[in-house]
């Protein structure tokens, strides 16, 4: 299930590098983009688990496997809001 959701953010990341040029409202490119980088901490997440074995480090007490995982929805959650807020500040219209 974790690499279902990285599968659908690389998806949703390669419709819109596809799509940029049609694009009229770039901060929608914007938060596209960014499913690439929430993409990537998830995979990272995915792989820290401690039976992967790939960061053998990264299982001490649980702390990279939450660290991947609050970076991600932090980051996720601050993109947003910056995003919306950039939007009514600058008077453009959000064409969902």
């Known amino acids: 299930m974790e690499l279902f959701s990285v599968i659908i953010a690389y998806v949703i990341f390669l419709v819109a590098w596809e799509s940029k040029t049609f694009l009229e ?3 929608l490119l914007l938060i596209e983009i960014s499913c690439f980088f929430f993409g990537t901490l ?3 997440h ?4 401690e039976r992967m074995e790939i960061f053998p480090v990264a299982y001490i007490e649980g702390v990279g ?3 991947f995982k609050v970076i991600s929805r932090l980051s996720a959650d601050v993109l947003s809001i910056f995003t919306i807020f950039s939007a009514i500040v600058f008077s ?3 064409h969902v």
Not at 46 to 49: G, K, R, V
């Open 25 to 27: 409202n770039r901060y």
């Open 42 to 44: 998830d995979l990272l």
């Open 46 to 49: 995915t792989l820290s688990y």
């Open 65 to 67: 496997l939450t660290a």
């Open 92 to 94: 453009e219209k959000l």
